[in-house]
């Protein structure tokens, strides 16, 4: 399959998977970017030869721009050089930035009329309403490259209306700290929340699935991706990873979608969509046996996915409190300035005070940014 694709935060764990299906299946690579990682984005432009790069870290695309002269590509710089390779014309822009930062671009993407392949996550929870609607305008595919997501896109492939769809069960794998009581996460330290039992990922990521907050962040991705209520959403505990997530129709039939936990699987099939190809990731075996269990989180240990199913009932700018106010609070227990259940601690006070309002344009979204960080930032003082 002959296909031009973008790749956004392509020196991270899915951007550099991304770059993997691309080599497999011989993609051409239009456009790359990186927040500050010069190293790595240089190998990947002097393999995949892109026409455009852009670094959000001005400091790195000068330095970039000296290292690859004369080479082709042209290295713009900012979010509006991310923006811009975003907005160049492609078959697929994969998003895989962390964070908030990742909002504008697929905005920009969207605007072009580029299929958008979505990991960032975050941007369907600070402004899902903004998001869903402009897609829809610009008859914009949005492809879940997140792998609970990607299974239920793949169920529900054979749905024949959403309307049928009687709920949604996310799987969790429960992260470092499954079965811990509370007064035993007080002290957990960075290192111990790094360590996850099934995925390798960014490090942000992580940490969410540690607080169990990444659950709550993607219930809100699967209201805005599926068009269900809150309420539809459920979440089980499924340490193995195997079971990605489940559908349950109306008339009780519930689907699911299995395989080794390999995020290569969910991004090629995004990438590949609507065909399927051969796939790097290994085969699911299981005659060997292994019990596949379920059970309810522990939601009063685990805050964070009550919290984010509290902010996307009320709607709104909520949704977007809880996201920003949970990347600066992640932020500063990766530097160690707070321990790991002050997290969830500082999300619920920012969703106590900070001012919401029902409907949104992005300026909202971006100001209630500014002011969430604020807010948690002085938390500390
Ligand atoms: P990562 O930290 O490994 O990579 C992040 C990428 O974003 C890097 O290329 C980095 O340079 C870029 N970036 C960072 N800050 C930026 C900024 N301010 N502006 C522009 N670019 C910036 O993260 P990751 O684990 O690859 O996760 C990326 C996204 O995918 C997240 O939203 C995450 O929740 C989601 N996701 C990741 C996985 C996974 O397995 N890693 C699984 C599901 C969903
Ligand atoms: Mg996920």
Redesign the pocket.
Known sequence: MAKTITI??????????ALEVARLRGFDVLAL?????TR??KEQILEFKPKYV????PAAALELKAAISGSGTEVLCG?EG?CECAAQKADTVL????????LE?TLSAIEAGNEVAL?????LVAAGALVMKRAAEKKVKILP???EHSAIFQVLEGCNSYKEIKRLILTASGGPFFGKTKEELRNVTLEQALNHPN????????V?SATMI?KG?ELIEAVWLFNVRPEQVDILVHRQSIVHSMVEYVDNSVLAQLGVPD?RL?IQYALTYPERTECPAPELDLSLGEALTFVKPDEDTFRGIALCREAISKGGLYPAIANSANEAANLLFREKKIGFLQIAEFVEKALGKIPSKQSYNLEDVLETDRVTRRFVSELTR
């Not at 956004?8 to 998977?17: A, D, E, R």
């Not at 998003?95 to 990742?102: D, E, L, S, T, Y």
């Not at 990991?119 to 941007?123: D, I, Q, Y």
Request: net charge negative; aromatic share 2%.
């Open positions: 956004l935060g392509s020196t991270g764990s899915i951007g550099v998977q970017t990186a927040h500050s990682n790595i984005i852009a670094m959000s870290d979010t991310i998003n895989g930035i962390v964070g908030m930062a990742g671009p990991a960032n996550k975050e941007t490259v997140d792998s995925w390798s990922m960014g490090a942000k990521i992580t969410d990444n962040l995020m969910p």
